[in-house]
T-cell receptor
């Protein structure tokens, strides 16, 4: 079945460091791919998405490119801030289904 | 506007109580979802309603009973819950279209079962 694999956390960075959170997926057909962010004590917020190969999603300085050849959707940001500290979930929605498949989440901690 | 609202924000209930969680959206979305999230885990899908009909039930115990009174509202009725049901319950909605498939989540209801 479809699945999403994320890198283990926590990821600990200093402010202004470069961020990469790896995400790879297994799916039949052409899934849509998403990154959601969850701040402490809150629900999930959509961060960015991509719906077809080579699409780049971007929002608030974060970017991710849908790479079909490597089945990856890695999240990157050039300069993180303390306010980016949160849990980041990679997710996919398979073709012709309502179900979102989530990765296990990666906690990011950014220190001043 | 991409807002999904959920009430209450927090709920504490005993194992013999009956309570309900409420979710509302005014984005014209035709699919609505209930998820359960335990601490330090990803959300787990419970139910999906599409065009006000239950389309997915992920083998959820009958002590959880969903209801979709209209296209904007989704309820989750709770009865005879167990302490292990304590979790964050998240509602989401989407367009129910393959081309507009993004799910938007509410802030959640944090449920504690004593």
């Amino acid at each position: 079945g479809d699945s999403v694999t994320q890198m283990e956390g926590p990821v600990t960075l200093s402010e202004e460091a470069f961020l990469t959170i790896n995400c790879t997926y297994t799916a039949t057909g052409y899934p849509s791919l998403f990154w959601y962010v969850q701040y402490p004590g809150e629900g999930l917020q959509l961060l960015l998405k991509a719906t077809k190969a080579d699409d780049k999603g971007s929002n608030k300085g974060f970017e991710a490119t849908y790479r079909k050849e490597t089945t990856s959707f890695h999240l990157e940001k050039g300069s993180v801030q303390v306010s980016d500290s949160a849990v980041y979930f990679c997710a996919l929605r398979g073709y012709n289904t309502d179900k979102l498949i989530f990765g296990t989440g990666t906690r990011l901690q950014v220190f001043p | 506007d991409t807002e999904v609202t959920q009430t209450p924000k927090h709920l504490v209930m005993g194992m013999t109580n009956k309570k309900s969680l409420k979710c509302e959206q005014h984005m014209g979305h035709r699919a609505m979802y209930w998820y359960k999230q335990k601490a330090k885990k990803p959300p787990e899908l419970m139910f999906v309603y599409s065009y006000e009909k239950l389309s997915i039930n992920e083998s959820v115990p009958s002590r959880f009973s969903p209801e979709c009174p209209n296209s904007s509202l989704l309820n989750l009725h709770l009865h005879a819950l167990q302490p292990e049901d304590s979790a964050l319950y998240l509602c989401a909605s989407s367009q129910a279209s393959l081309d507009l498939d993004t799910q938007y989540f509410g802030p959640g209801t944090r449920l504690t079962v004593l």
